[in-house]
């Protein structure tokens, strides 16, 4: 005959509750995020701000990194790494872009659209 054991560890354990509760900030309160270390030791490179905001920049960074791997200054695995997340980010902004001149054509056909009062047929 077995016997269910209870260890002290989980009756002392609160219950486990929901992602949405715990968004909601319902249940059991959630433990404070720890402080971001903000301390610099001196083999920590400077943090280095690239501005990424086109597919030109994107590109420029993918071809320094390429090369900082050809050439060794940068581990292969790191540069595969960072490759995927310059291409992922260059894919968002490919389709960003697209959104935002389908967005404009809409509104250039829409506005055209109320001036004649119809549809225009070529």
């Known amino acids: 005959m077995k016997t269910e054991r209870s260890t002290p560890a989980a009756a002392k354990r609160p219950p486990r509750q929901s992602k949405a509760a715990q968004v909601a900030g319902k249940g059991t309160p959630k433990k404070a995020a720890k402080p971001a270390n903000t301390e610099v030791s001196a083999d920590t490179p400077p943090r280095v701000r690239i501005n990424l905001s086109t597919i030109g920049a994107v590109r420029m960074e993918l071809a320094r990194l390429y090369r900082e791997g050809k050439t060794g200054q940068r581990d292969i695995g790191d540069v595969s790494r960072l490759a995927n997340v310059l291409a992922l980010m260059g894919r968002l902004i ?17 506005d055209e659209q109320g001036r004649s009062g119809w549809p225009r047929r070529h």
């Open 94 to 110: 490919e389709g960003s872009d697209l959104e935002k001149r389908l967005s404009e054509l809409e509104q250039r056909a829409e």
